[in-house]
């Protein structure tokens, strides 16, 4: 069974940084590419970041300069390293398999980024 859990969401003024982990259970890290997505009520969930098995990288245009994905495929885990946000990041923000993937997995719960001042 696959699990993914993510954490390090926290309350940050504008212009703070926090850096979110997502570990994964149950498959062959290594194998597949990930991202990360985020999701504010009423809206779809996008996709923020993703990154290659080859560690290739890619951010949204909304997200450029500021953050930054990466991996650790001994450690199963998806970091996302969030700098410079802004209010509209506050979101809820989740991993799963990124673009090119074979399938995508159940959501996690996903870790909740509340920029304010």
């Known amino acids: 069974q696959v699990q993914l859990v993510e954490s ?9 940084s926090l850096r979110l982990s997502c570990v994964a259970s149950g498959i062959t890290f290594s194998m597949f590419p990930m991202g990360w997505y985020r999701q504010v009520p009423g809206k779809q969930r996008e996709l923020v970041a993703s990154i290659t098995t080859f560690r290739t990288t890619h951010v949204a245009d909304s997200v450029k300069g500021r953050f930054s994905i990466s991996r ?25 398999s990124g673009p090119g993937a074979s399938t995508q997995w159940a959501w996690g719960q996903g870790t909740q980024v509340t920029v304010s001042s």
């Open 8 to 16: 390090g969401g926290g309350l940050v003024q504008p212009g703070g």
């Open 72 to 96: 650790d495929n001994t450690k199963y885990t998806v970091y996302l390293q969030m700098n410079s946000l802004k209010l509209e990041d506050t979101a809820v923000y989740y991993c799963n």
